[in-house]
């Protein structure tokens, strides 16, 4: 599968699986996860983002991974740095 | 950039029809990686309960056999006779596992079927509408316990987990939780070790996972969580019950 | 030809089953079949075969079930009680369209009852079973040989509709011995491989055994799948036999140990110059109701003869369908002989006259 | 020829073995045989007995109210069969454990000392083949021969040994009415 | 009289249970009947009765044969494959001729199924139960009004003939709201004393609760007082109820669910001229069959309705024996719709024209 | 002359229909005498089981309520929560608690079902003509274990006892033989403290007796009482498993 | 009088509360009345709906396909519900959350912006009771002050509390309607 | 019931009851109890008996009783003695 993005996100989210439980945000120890305000998927719920801003700051953790029930996160880390 | 985490492969693309939160998720999310990274997909036949997580069948891009409720190691002890090679999971909750298939838990434990049994301890009957399990806590308010369960009616909050542990078949039994990534690490490493001692032919395994329902515990996923660590945890304690390292 | 053995009824059935290529036996101890499990503990390991006493009845209609749902040709056996215990299972095997034999010798009920033959168990082999619309295919032997022919045929049809087949027999079918004729084995290697089977998703889509259908267009869709088989199966599957029914004018319809019993009636009772024949349902679901019934312009009268308080009646007017009396006499608890037959169509006789 | 009998006896005196035997011998002389047992709630102890139905034609019921013979070698045995035994029929009895006589007139009786002859053989647990011998003396419907060459189908493997003294218990009970009836 | 209350079908059950004199439950759960466990668990500690939830319907339904064999008015309840796993208990229930009343919210089989209602146990429920020759008596309830006064019904029914009674509902009778009137609450301790309950054996000969008969003559004794017992309830306890029957030419038989609906359809049809009416079975065992025969002079064809593949009709055609056709409609899986039930009895008004 | 020992009032006249040298006699005699020396005879209701013991309602001269193979704690549970003033006790064979009924009793323990259940370890089916047992020993020969039985396919012999203890609501477990008058005395102590913690309304209780059967064992009666001593003993420790002294 | 009518919405939306109420009140005015919740595998989440009918002779089915009207509160059941409406029937919506348009001319349609005035009125929850009173402004079954004398039957005991609420929030959509009407 | 018996036995057995199992002939201390060899009840087994000449050996220890499956033996002792 072509792993491009366009922005180069690190945190990327499946919102359609997302049910907005909110554990991931918890549990996210540079607290860069929240809840899109300005959008719901086909099931009703408002999905988990982390905005473009932040993504940055993403510290490759995998706690927000672990804690999904709905396994809806993607993690990225770049290539350099290991 | 390099992928450090994604959806496993051994999961199907279906989306869970479990609530928001409901940890059956991620124990499912587990199972998959231990299947991937043990490269058994193809080899394994998973037994689905009758529960909420009866639809199992439908996440877990293996070959997948319904049970009747509770009898999932029953149906799993016939398919593991006829293809002793193969891997065989059941996935059971406690429901299914510690009430009406008391029977047949104790007895492919007995008999050390050599299968690995997944236990989703949530304390309560999900998938029916939350009545009392054998799980449920002292006090516990469900559909059929409305005035909290009654130790005197309705007994202790049953170990089957303990109990099983004092038969001679199992080889390795454990109690974990998913309430936080630590703890999810940490159950999915007994998760495999589990599945690894049955390629290894060692007979029954079993895992019990303390588990969160916060639909029927009418309470917000996160308090779900705080509720299994503060209520559940003090009534099953973490940890291995049972590990015969060496054969023979 | 083979050479004749003289064997036990439930010997027998065991010797079929592995010759059938069945490997795989679960089952839990119960009189009067309990010759069953003990012959298949001792021959099934020389094949290479699996013996797994479980734990209960309804433990061994779910590991059938397993086994079923793997691939397997596999058998159970039990009698009365325990086929109760084995309803649920039973459902699910059928639901989920699955092959298997399931031997059913039956004793009297009802509750623990006693460990004498009857024939008390038609309405649940046939009809009742379980909760749902589905049926078993039942077959009733008359002779120690026909337990062997059809146990064998069993794992035929069963594998060919994908759905449980029945044994039918009784604790005195069970417990006799007489000489049989075994065909040759079959090697189960030989058999066709069951593509839906789930053996291992290797280089494959997965494979589902299931019975849930939660969306109602799905479920009514499921049923009609099994409605449709039924209809092949009625269509294709009935057996029986006839005797003496050339000239018959009344007709005895029975099956298994009353068949035989009746038989001897019958013989007695054209000795006395009644013309009286009979009609052996071999299948009893499906039913032989078109044969039954393509005999109501000659015959005068029928007498079903059970081992009950009158079950397969109940399809024998189905089939007849108001147009000639049909008469019952059985005994229960207890093997009635063939005088006290023999005196009923002495009655009917004098009737028609 | 179509012959049905009834055996009869305690638990343990063989019975069942010597219906199979008579059994076996006509199945392999190419006759139609069945063995039924009675099978009760009494598998401890108490009596046994067994329905052998030889026939030249095809057997309907493998039971049957009227035995053409029956052979009982203890007297509750010999008490409830007897009475149903055919007119005119066959009663083979024990007579080292009946002293009682068969209360029908119509009847023949063979009386037969098997224990007795039995322990002259040097094992009470051949009894059994004295009845029966004596019995196909009386009845000719299988050759003793016959039954004697069954004896290692029917019997268990571990008894083998035993076969020998079978054959010279059948033999003696042959003997015991051939005697009677030409003495 | 009382006043009228809104309440759900379930829960209705459990409120006519326990002014019935019922103070003992055991069950366990399953959808679409959860409400009654629900409910007696909320209310039966108010009365110092006892709800206990099982460890599985096995269990539940031997704590019901202990409880009903030691005296007590018990109830208990499932669905469909929870009824299945009750089958062996049952069949000892009945064969130690106890009283206890069981429901049955029936959803669509086979296996596991799905949860919507359907009439696919009829033949459990009235034939093949279980092993043996035992009947259970069977209501039908239609509406809530009538699961109440058929459920207070049973514990009588089942104390006169101490025999397992079942009240048949399906999930949507379960599931829906309608006002009922309750009766006046019976005292369990003004209720006649049972003198063959195990209740310990104070100054009397000891009492055993027992289905057991070794010898043969016992063991169909025991069936012929059994036979004996549902012949009365054949005579006495048939309930039926017809409509729009006076000049009907077609009727349509249905019961339950399937009834509501069809009288929804006949209303319909005769507003075309159809002269349509229906035969509604209250009791299902015993069936109305001499009530059915009786309208067979006036009555040109007969229309079974049911939601299952066909089940009833049997029963109806007993009744018919021939007499006149008896054609079926029935869906799976799906509850049908009144037009389309009458879209059948246009065409069979067709045809009688 | 003074009677220092006779049969007890407890008994009804008929004659047991067990084999010669069966202790199924014994433990009948055991309880009735108890039922004598407590005086509960006629608020005693016993659940017989489906086994050699079918017929226990014969011989026990107090109101006995016959169950389902398996499930008599089951039908105890529903008697005694009628009358939870009367006596209820189950006797149960090693395939009927073990096996079949192995739900029932773990659910009826768990509970604390304020009953008594008396077990008869014999290893093997006695009733059903001599199969294996979950109880039978390694290489034990059955009719359905022809060849021995075998650990591999078969399991370990089922420690029931052992594993019920490990549950909270049993107030008193205990395992007792009945090979020598020495133990028999011991066992009828056992079975007393068990009657009378029912009557103190102290919940469950549980002693198994290690018992022979002649018949299918295929030895004679002595040399049954032997190979209990010899081989069901060690594999069957004797003594108290659980023992909850004081309450609250 | 005989009303079909068809509620639907979101899990949570109190969609069965409606039903529920408009039931027991036409009880109270001595109707023939059902409830018939819709159940399904998706008791988490999803839509519910139910049927009531209210009638002045016995109902028959408590079903219906032909619904005389509908009361929906969100798309998927305004999709769902809206083509089975008899013709010329009535469509109440909850025009806060739908802002397709019904797809048919025959029908009569109330847009009801129930959760702006349910927040106005200070709780989301009561849109339910602003879309009931809506409705029974155009359908006079029942009258409005045996709906709210109703509310404390049907009402859990925990929610009395919200009782006025719930009667404000029928008088609102009743209002709704009335004005349309008459303005 | 009438305790008196012709000869003062301390050791009566039901001889109907017994099966011959031979437990309590093992069991006995002093060696008094043996099978009896000339008669047999009406079930076909040959009783335990204690002869008349030994009775007065029986050292009252209870062990016969405790050891009989089937409950056939009636103990007694001297009043006296004790
Ligand atoms: C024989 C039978 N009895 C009862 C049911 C109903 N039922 C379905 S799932 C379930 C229990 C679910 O609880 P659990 O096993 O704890 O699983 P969870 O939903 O909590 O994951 C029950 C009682 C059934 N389907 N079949
Ligand atoms: C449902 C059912 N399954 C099987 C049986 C047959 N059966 C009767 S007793 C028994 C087991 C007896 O063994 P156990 O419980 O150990 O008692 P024992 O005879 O050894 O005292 C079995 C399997 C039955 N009656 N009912
Ligand atoms: S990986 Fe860690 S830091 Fe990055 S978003 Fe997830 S929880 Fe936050
Ligand atoms: S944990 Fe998963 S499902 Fe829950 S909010 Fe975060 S991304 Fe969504
Ligand atoms: S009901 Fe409970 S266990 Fe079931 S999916 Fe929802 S939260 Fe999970
Ligand atoms: S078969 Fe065994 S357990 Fe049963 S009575 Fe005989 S010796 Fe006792
Ligand atoms: S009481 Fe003791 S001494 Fe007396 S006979 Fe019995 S065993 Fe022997
Ligand atoms: S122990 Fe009892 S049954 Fe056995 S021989 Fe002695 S008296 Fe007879
Ligand atoms: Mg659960
Ligand atoms: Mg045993």
Redesign the interface.
């Known amino acids: 599968m072509a792993e491009k993005k366009t922005v180069e996100k690190k945190v990327v989210f499946d919102e359609e699986r997302c049910k907005g439980c909110e554990l991931c945000v918890d549990v996210c120890p540079v607290d860069i996860i929240r809840m899109a305000e300005d959008r719901m998927n086909s099931h009703g719920y408002q999905p988990a983002e982390v905005p473009d801003e932040d993504q940055e700051k993403c510290i490759s953790c995998t706690q927000c991974y672990q804690m999904c029930p709905d396994v809806c996160i993607t993690l990225y880390k770049e290539n350099k740095k290991d | 950039m390099k992928k450090i985490a994604s959806y496993p492969d051994s999961l199907t693309e279906k989306h869970f029809h479990y609530c928001p939160g409901c940890t059956h998720g991620t124990v499912h999310r587990l199972i998959a990686e231990i299947m991937d990274e043990l490269d058994i997909r193809e080899e394994t036949i998973g037994v689905a309960p009758v529960g909420c997580a009866v639809l199992a069948y439908e996440y877990f891009d293996c070959d997948m056999h319904e049970a009747s409720h509770g009898r999932a190691p029953a149906v799993a002890t016939g398919i593991k006779r006829v293809h002793p090679d193969k891997v065989v999971f059941t996935y059971q909750g406690d429901g299914d596992l510690a009430s009406i298939g008391t029977a047949e838990i104790v007895h492919a434990a007995n008999r050390g079927e050599n299968i690995t049994t997944v236990f989703i301890n949530n304390a309560i009957y999900g998938m029916t509408g939350g009545q009392m399990a054998p799980t449920t806590l002292e006090g516990q308010k469900t559909t059929t316990s409305p005035y909290g369960r009654n130790l005197k009616e309705a007994g202790n909050p049953i170990k089957m987990t303990e109990m099983l542990s004092a038969l001679d078949g199992p080889s390795y039994i454990a109690r974990v939780s998913v309430h936080t990534p630590k703890h999810i690490r940490k159950a999915k490493k007994a998760l495999k070790k589990a599945f690894q001692r049955q390629l290894d032919g060692r007979g029954f395994t079993l895992i019990e996972v303390l588990s969160t329902c916060p639909t029927n515990w009418g309470i917000t996923p996160k308090d779900a969580l705080n509720w299994l660590e503060e209520y559940m945890m003090p009534v099953y304690p973490l940890g291995d019950l049972k590990d015969i390292e060496e054969v023979e | 030809m083979a050479e004749?053995v003289?064997m036990k009824g439930n010997e027998a059935i065991g010797e079929a089953a592995i010759r059938a290529g069945c490997r795989?036996f679960?089952g839990?101890?119960?009189?009067?079949q309990?010759d069953i499990?003990?012959y298949m503990?001792?021959e099934l390991?020389k094949h290479d075969g699996?013996?797994?006493?479980?734990?209960?009845?309804?433990?061994?209609s779910?590991?059938?079930?397993?086994?079923?749902?793997?691939?397997?040709r596999?058998l159970t056996s039990s009698s009365?009680?325990g086929?109760?215990?084995k309803?649920?299972?039973l459902?699910?095997?059928?639901?989920?369209e699955l092959p298997c034999v399931v031997v059913n010798i039956?004793r009297?009920?009802?509750?623990?009852?006693?460990?004498?033959p009857?024939q008390?168990?038609y309405?649940?082999?046939?009809?009742?079973?379980?909760?749902?619309?589905?049926h078993l295919i039942v077959y009733a032997p008359s002779t120690v040989q026909e337990l062997v022919d059809l146990t064998y045929k069993a794992f035929d049809t069963a594998d060919r509709y994908r759905n449980p087949v029945m044994v039918l027999g009784d604790?005195?079918l069970g417990?006799?011995?007489?000489?049989v004729e075994f065909m040759e084995p079959l090697d189960p290697a030989d058999l066709p491989k069951k593509e839906w089977a789930?053996?291992?998703?290797?280089?494959r889509d997965?494979?589902?055994?299931?019975?849930?259908?939660?969306?109602?267009?799905?479920?009514?869709?499921?049923?009609?799948k099994?409605?449709n088989k039924y209809k092949k199966v009625k269509a294709n599957e009935v057996m029986h036999e006839e005797y003496r029914m050339e000239d018959a004018e009344i007709a005895v319809v029975a099956y298994g140990t009353s068949a035989?019993?009746?038989?001897?009636a019958i013989?007695m009772a054209r000795e006395r110059g009644i013309k009286v024949g009979l009609i052996r349902p071999i299948t009893l679901y499906p039913f032989p109701e078109k044969e039954v019934a393509a005999t109501c312009d000659q015959i005068k009268k029928y007498l079903t003869v059970e081992m009950?308080?009158g079950?397969m009646i109940?399809d024998v007017?189905?089939a007849?369908?108001?147009?000639r009396p049909v008469e019952f006499f059985g005994?229960?608890?207890?093997?009635f002989?063939?005088?006290e037959v023999l005196e009923r169509l002495i009655a009917m006789g004098g009737e028609i006259q | 020829m179509h012959e049905e009998i009834i055996m009869a006896g305690f638990g343990g005196q063989g019975i069942m073995s010597i219906g199979q035997l008579l059994a076996y011998s006509g199945m392999i002389k190419g006759l139609d045989v069945s063995w039924m047992p009675s099978y009760g709630p009494e598998m401890r102890g108490g009596t046994a007995n067994c329905t052998v139905i030889v026939s030249d034609s095809r057997i309907a019921s493998p039971l049957t109210s009227k035995p053409d013979s029956v052979i009982v070698m203890n007297l509750p045995s010999q008490d409830k069969f007897s009475p149903k035994v055919k007119e005119g029929g066959l009663v083979v009895t024990n007579s080292s454990l009946i002293d009682k006589e068969v209360e029908r007139e119509d009847l023949e009786v063979i009386k037969v000392p098997a224990n007795e002859i039995a322990n002259e053989l040097g094992n009470t647990r051949v009894a059994n083949m004295i009845m029966l011998g004596a019995y196909l003396a009386r009845k000719e419907i299988i050759d003793l021969d016959t039954v004697k060459e069954s004896l290692t189908s029917v019997l268990p493997e571990r008894h083998h040994d035993l076969i020998p003294l079978n054959e010279k218990a059948l033999d003696r009970g042959f003997e015991l009415v051939n005697e009677e009836v030409t003495v």
Chains 1, 8 share one sequence.
Not at chain 3, 175 to 179: L, V
């Open positions: 004749r003289l795989y679960f839990y101890p119960i009189t009067p309990n499990p003990a503990s001792r390991p699996v013996f797994l006493q479980a734990e209960s009845e309804v433990a061994a779910n590991m059938v079930y397993g086994a079923a749902g793997s691939g397997a596999v009365s009680p086929i109760s215990l309803a649920e299972g459902s699910y095997i059928a639901g989920a039956m009297c009920g009802p509750g623990l009852g006693g460990i004498q009857s008390g168990d309405f649940q082999a046939t009809k009742g079973m379980a909760h749902g619309d589905f604790g005195m417990q006799m011995m007489e000489p789930t053996d291992g998703a290797k280089g997965t494979n589902v055994i299931n019975s849930l259908a939660l969306a109602p267009e799905e479920l009514e869709a499921m049923n009609k099994l409605e035989r019993i009746s038989i001897k013989d009950s308080t079950q109940e007017r189905l007849v369908n108001g147009r005994r229960l608890g207890v093997v002989e063939a005088e």
